[in-house]
């Protein structure tokens, strides 16, 4: 072997990649790459268990987490095939105990999460941290909404209680449970023995890897979702059952699924606006140094998924971590660096928004609520939302900045003119929505004032939680008593009425951020908003 | 082989456990010692249906409450440097509890006299328990189950709070200080302390609990537990450990803290029963044992020696269903190793069912409620017909005659129950005298017939809070149910009260992987329940109050 890459072969340059993670003293990832017809690379690295001291290897099941999710989209079009399930029908057409929006968000719309549903998972996590939600706690969150995120096919927000509820129709449609219908329909008809949809980390499956959660101090701990999951994100496979699957995917001709349901499984949909989303039924299809991948991601408590098909090149690429921390998402594209070499285009220079400090600071969506922050770090321009960590803007065409988030449609921000060296807004472009946001002030009020009407006790029915804002030793505190557990939020003032808000837990730091509503100086609501939930009101008890 | 000859030890054991021997589901450690010599050393089944490596000597169980004698030991050795006093009150070392007289001392925690509420017992349902839950759950105590040193209630959280004292009086956390003082030394290299199962442990076994639909779930516990039930053994070091434990001369631990180990407890009425410090003392077939069994989910072990023979036996499961029950397992060892000394094995005498002491009794100023119920415990057929006490709406346990016409029950990890039946009127028992740690109540006779739901539930709706317990109970009542959810910290339980008079509640937990058991007496006020006291086996007198 050779450390010159011009020299190496394929599995020579696939092994270096991977070679940090071979070892025996910590979990790993296993890997499968077929290109052109032929499985080319198939390991395991690390341990599947720190526990039983096994090794992963090609044989191991590991969870694919939200990759999933277009198992989900194929079995909800199989029964439509058979004139079972109609995709472009409201979800209350098969569940009808949801709340009546207008429109009712319809299957498709649920699949390329445009439906504008809350999710369970977001509202139970922010309310009660990762607590066991029992059988049934699932469809009670969808169902006792009075509100939603948005408007269906408005904008995309991922949602995994979208998919929970496809499976529920899959389920009620067909007679079968969720994991009965994919193992019947999908999995036995394609030779994939190894895979099932397996709905809780506390039941015990025949080699399956141990999830482990990656700690600061180089420890791991039991990676471990105290919920039952389905169509969002349950399955557990082997590589070599994945090279399979996606062998099929890409195919002319398909065992699984008729023409034109792979057809709908791979059409990019289109927003109200009219923009175009990269997001299909649970599929993504996106460029990469010129040619197309059909991809998507998976991450549970501990471990994480990537597969990725080059579909011109017939290069198949599946890895299954049972550790966090290895970004599966990033290694996929290193893989197809290595073997389309020749067939790429130059590695683009990613290039970042730089600006000076004028655009920098708070801006308060006028119709959304969200708080937005532009900040300037190393002279590069960062986007925050609803007080999440900047993440890096690219430089767009005008002068505008543009912003992809996985799971997300794009975002495409333009400054206005500034005046005396500031913007004094931004206009936002969300799915092709324009809002504007005004600047809020540079300098923040003090706490106490800003809490001056704000502290008491509110109630969340939406989310299940009772509030309490209190102000002890000039720190102000938001604490959520949700259906399962609790949360305490530390809530910085923004201005008198917006607050930002970061979850006093280091191993779930979620950020959110509050919108007051004063009638005589005292609030009496307010609105969370969260990167995946939006205007959770509460009102004064 | 033939039926005659008489077995060798090895075949008798294995024979003891073939039932486990199987490659498709998990099963147990076993470990015997006898006159000096490892006798016995085997695994069997799977020690993870993950995995699919199967059980050896070397895999490591979870021993669970047999945590206990050590974590008793490791405050008599900082005793011995003079860093801890085991006679004074508990808040020496932790403050922060609330002052509840009589306080009690480090070692009635350690023999379950200390009469402090578990805040482990409260929480079941209502979420994990991190070890700050835990102390925040007794620190918000307003009563207690007993006062100190009165009586004998099992209580993890009082080994809770001797682990903090450990770590207090150390400087050290606890897992550490139990390596380098006890593990280390006695070359226990092998066992540790890890204090949840979301920490990962090499070679450890896979928790199994039976799964409804066939096959098995991962017995899991979120929340921490130290000096209660923390410790991860394998049988070679439990080996080590019960050798040491028996020996005339102690490498860890002088004999005058073993001696304070194995001091059976007294009661404040002078009765004596038979926990010692994390250890039972008791008589089997005429031979002195000294043993403690553990229980956790998906998990179950029992430590016994008999001393006197040099035989030490430890058994550690890895499930808890397919009649693993190690505690008899040991006495069946003990049974075929030392058949020559033991005395005639006493018929364990079940009580046959005595139709007119069959009720529940009920004590109006303790709000206790007891049962002679039948206690054909989980529907087999040859439990039928038998005589069981109830207490706090548990199901029948099996009693045993005692002298004139009275009934015995005992359970490990509590003292012994005496029940004396009162007159009987119209051919039924009118009251029984309930004996427990010397001291005596009486209960009266509840009517047979209980109320309409509907009657009983008269001002009973509405919602409820508990302080100690931290938890808001909402009662409704529907379609003939009166249903009582309990809202806590981090999860809710819902029971279902069935009445026995309108005062009187039996609340059954509705959730079938978790069945809760207790009672409820309701006090009302013109009609209207204004306070709801709950009681279970491990917590006494939780008041919920109308909101």
């Given at each position: 072997m050779t450390d010159d890459p011009k020299q190496q072969t394929p599995a020579e340059g696939l092994d270096a990649l991977f070679a940090k993670w071979n070892r025996m003293d910590e979990p790993g990832l296993v890997v499968g790459v077929a290109h052109r017809g032929a499985v080319i690379y198939r390991r395991g690295f690390g341990m599947a268990s720190l526990e039983s001291g096994l090794v992963n290897t090609p044989k191991t099941r590991m969870r694919i987490g939200s990759t999933t999710k277009h198992f989900t989209c194929l079995a909800a079009l199989l029964l439509a095939e058979e004139g079972k399930l109609d995709i472009d029908a409201g979800i209350r057409t098969y569940i009808p105990e949801l709340p009546a929006f207008d429109p009712d968000p319809t299957l498709r719309q649920l699949m390329n999460h445009t439906g504008g549903l809350?999710?369970?998972?977001?509202?139970?996590?922010?309310?009660?941290?990762?607590?066991?939600?029992?059988?049934?706690?699932?469809?009670?969150?969808?169902?006792?909404?009075?509100?939603?995120?948005?408007?269906?096919?408005?904008?995309?927000?991922?949602?995994?209680?979208?998919?929970?509820?496809?499976?529920?129709?899959?389920?009620?449609?067909?007679?079968?449970?969720?994991?009965?219908?994919?193992?019947?329909?999908?999995?036995?008809?394609?030779?994939?023995?190894?895979?099932?949809?397996?709905?809780?980390?506390?039941?015990?499956?025949?080699?399956?890897?141990?999830?482990?959660?990656a700690a600061a101090d180089g420890s791991f701990t039991r990676g471990i979702f105290p919920v039952r999951i389905k169509g969002e994100g349950s399955i557990v496979s082997t590589i070599d059952d994945m090279l399979g699957w996606i062998r099929h995917l890409r195919a002319a001709d398909h065992r699984v699924g008729g023409a034109e349901t792979w057809r709908q499984m791979l059409t990019r949909p289109r927003y109200n606006s009219g923009t175009e989303s990269n997001y299909c039924l649970g599929l993504s299809r996106e460029f990469y140094r010129g040619i197309e991948t059909i991809h998507h991601a998976g991450g549970v408590m501990g471990g994480q998924s990537q597969m990725l098909t080059v579909p011109d090149h017939e290069l198949d690429i599946i890895i299954m971590a049972n550790r966090s921390g290895t970004d599966p998402s990033g290694l996929a594209l290193k893989i197809i660096d290595i073997l389309l070499a020749d067939a790429l285009d130059p590695l683009s220079a990613k290039v970042e928004g730089t600006v000076g400090e004028a655009v920098a600071g708070r801006y308060h969506g006028a119709r959304s609520h969200l708080l937005y922050g532009l900040s300037v770090t190393d002279g590069k321009l960062g986007f925050s939302l609803s007080n999440s960590p900047a993440m890096p803007l690219t430089a767009g065409a005008d002068g505008a900045f543009a912003l992809s988030i996985p799971g997300m449609g794009d975002f495409v921000i333009r400054a206005n003119d500034p005046v005396e060296g500031k913007s004094r807004s931004i206009v936002v472009d969300y799915c092709g929505r324009q809002e504007a946001a005004e600047r809020l002030p540079d300098e923040p009020p003090e706490t106490a004032a800003a809490a001056d009407g704000f502290v008491g006790r509110y109630d969340g029915p939406d989310q299940g939680a009772g509030a309490t804002v209190t102000l002890v030793d000039g720190h102000l505190r938001l604490a959520l008593q949700g259906q399962y557990g609790r949360t305490v939020y530390k809530l910085m003032p923004v201005s008198r009425d917006v607050f930002a808000g970061m979850a006093d837990d280091p191993l779930l730091p979620l950020p959110l951020s509050i919108t007051a509503h004063r009638t005589g100086g005292q609030v009496d609501l307010f609105w969370i908003d969260t990167g995946r939930t939006r205007h959770l009101q509460f009102t004064r008890l | 082989?033939?039926?005659?000859?008489?077995?060798?030890?090895?075949?008798?054991?294995?024979?003891?456990?073939?039932?486990?021997?199987?490659?498709?589901?998990?099963?147990?450690?076993?470990?015997?010692?006898?006159?000096?010599?490892?006798?016995?050393?085997?695994?069997?089944?799977?020690?993870?249906?993950?995995?699919?490596?199967?059980?050896?000597?070397?895999?490591?169980?979870?021993?669970?409450?047999?945590?206990?004698?050590?974590?008793?030991?490791?405050?008599?050795?900082?005793?011995?440097?003079?860093?801890?006093?085991?006679?004074?009150?508990?808040?020496?070392?932790?403050?922060?509890?609330?002052?509840?007289?009589?306080?009690?001392?480090?070692?009635?925690?350690?023999?379950?006299?200390?009469?402090?509420?578990?805040?482990?017992?409260?929480?079941?349902?209502?979420?994990?328990?991190?070890?700050?839950?835990?102390?925040?759950?007794?620190?918000?105590?307003?009563?207690?189950?007993?006062?100190?040193?009165?009586?004998?209630?099992?209580?993890?959280?009082?080994?809770?709070?001797?682990?903090?004292?450990?770590?207090?009086?150390?400087?050290?956390?606890?897992?550490?200080?139990?390596?380098?003082?006890?593990?280390?030394?006695?070359?226990?290299?092998?066992?540790?302390?890890?204090?949840?199962?979301?920490?990962?442990?090499?070679?450890?076994?896979?928790?199994?609990?039976?799964?409804?639909?066939?096959?098995?779930?991962?017995g899991y516990l979120s929340g921490e537990s130290r000096g209660s039930g923390g410790i991860v053994s394998t049988v070679d070091d439990m080996l080590i450990w019960l050798a040491h434990l028996r020996s005339a001369k102690h490498r860890v631990g002088s004999e005058a803290s073993w001696a304070q180990m194995l001091t059976m407890t007294r009661y404040a009425n002078g009765t004596v029963g038979t926990y010692c410090l994390g250890l039972e003392r008791e008589t089997y077939r005429g031979v002195q044992t000294v043993h403690h069994a553990g229980g956790l989910m998906g998990g179950a072990c029992q430590m016994l020696t008999v001393p006197a023979e040099a035989l030490d036996i430890i058994i550690i499961t890895n499930r808890v269903d397919g009649g693993v029950n190690p505690s008899a397992q040991a006495e069946a060892i003990v049974d075929l190793l030392l058949a020559e000394v033991l005395a005639p094995p006493e018929p364990k005498i079940e009580q046959d069912t005595i139709a007119r002491h069959l009720g529940r009794y009920y004590v109006a100023r303790t709000h206790m409620l007891y049962g002679l119920l039948d206690s054909n415990l989980f529907g087999v057929p040859d439990g039928a017909g038998k005589l069981g006490f109830s207490l706090c709406n548990t199901p029948g346990i099996p009693v045993y005659p005692m002298a004139d016409g009275a009934f015995g029950m005992k359970l490990s990890g509590m003292a012994q129950y005496v029940i004396r039946p009162g007159a009987a009127k119209d051919g039924k028992t009118q009251s029984l005298d309930i004996q427990y740690c010397g001291s005596h109540e009486t209960a009266l006779r509840l009517p047979d017939t209980p109320p309409e739901p509907a009657v009983a539930a008269a001002g009973l709706p509405g919602r409820y809070y508990c302080n100690d317990m931290d938890a808001t109970a909402t009662v409704t009542f529907a379609q003939d149910e009166i249903l009582m959810d309990v809202r806590g910290g981090s999860g809710h339980v819902a029971y279902r009260l069935n009445p026995l008079t309108a005062e009187v509640f039996r609340a059954n937990g509705t959730d079938p992987m978790l069945p809760l058991i207790a009672s409820l007496a309701v006090e009302r006020a013109n009609g209207e329940a204004q306070t709801l006291w709950f009681d279970t086996g491990r917590t006494r007198h939780l008041r919920f109050t109308r909101l």
């Open positions: 809350r999710c369970f998972i977001d509202l139970a996590m922010y309310s009660s941290g990762i607590s066991a939600i029992p059988d049934g706690g699932a469809l009670d969150f969808m169902v006792r909404q009075h509100d939603r995120n948005f408007a269906p096919g408005d904008e995309m927000i991922y949602c995994n209680g979208g998919y929970f509820l496809l499976s529920l129709a899959i389920e009620r449609v067909s007679g079968l449970s969720f994991e009965a219908f994919l193992k019947e329909r999908i999995f036995l008809p394609l030779g994939m023995t190894d895979t099932v949809a397996h709905s809780s980390d506390l039941e015990l499956l025949s080699g399956m890897a141990t999830l482990h959660n | 082989m033939t039926e005659d000859q008489p077995q060798d030890p090895v075949t008798a054991l294995d024979a003891l456990f073939a039932r486990w021997n199987r490659s498709d589901e998990p099963g147990l450690v076993v470990g015997v010692a006898h006159r000096g010599k490892v006798i016995y050393r085997r695994g069997f089944g799977l020690a993870s249906f993950e995995s699919g490596l199967a059980n050896t000597p070397k895999t490591r169980m979870r021993i669970a409450s047999t945590t206990k004698h050590f974590a008793a030991l490791a405050c008599l050795l900082l005793a011995e440097d003079g860093k801890l006093d085991i006679d004074a009150s508990i808040r020496t070392y932790v403050p922060e509890l609330p002052a509840l007289e009589p306080e009690p001392t480090l070692r009635q925690l350690m023999n379950h006299t200390g009469g402090y509420r578990c805040p482990t017992d409260m929480s079941f349902g209502l979420g994990e328990m991190t070890s700050q839950d835990s102390l925040d759950g007794m620190v918000r105590q307003t009563g207690v189950n007993f006062p100190a040193g009165e009586q004998m209630m099992y209580s993890n959280g009082g080994y809770e709070l001797l682990s903090l004292a450990i770590e207090r009086a150390s400087g050290q956390g606890f897992a550490q200080f139990l390596a380098e003082r006890i593990f280390q030394p006695l070359g226990m290299l092998d066992t540790l302390v890890a204090s949840t199962d979301r920490e990962l442990v090499p070679g450890i076994a896979t928790l199994h609990l039976p799964s409804p639909a066939g096959g098995f779930v991962r």
